[in-house]
């Protein structure tokens, strides 16, 4: 959870998975400024996000 751009919260079911899910969070905060530098955003669709939940096993 982004708190009004100041911070973020995150959680998880042992302290692990809140860092890794914070890890994950910075990267991928990170790659998204990056790449504004080399064209416009384009979004995977609905589609798309259900196949890579079932290609890795994901839970919703």
Request: proline share 0%; with cysteine.
């Amino acid at each position: 959870m982004i708190v009004e751009n100041s911070c973020v919260v995150v959680t998880g079911e042992s302290l692990l998975q809140a860092f890794d899910r914070l890890e994950v969070m910075e990267s991928t905060a990170h790659s998204i400024i990056l790449s504004k530098d080399i064209g416009q955003i384009v979004h995977i669709t609905e589609e798309e996000v259900q196949d890579l939940k079932v290609a890795f096993k994901l839970k919703d």
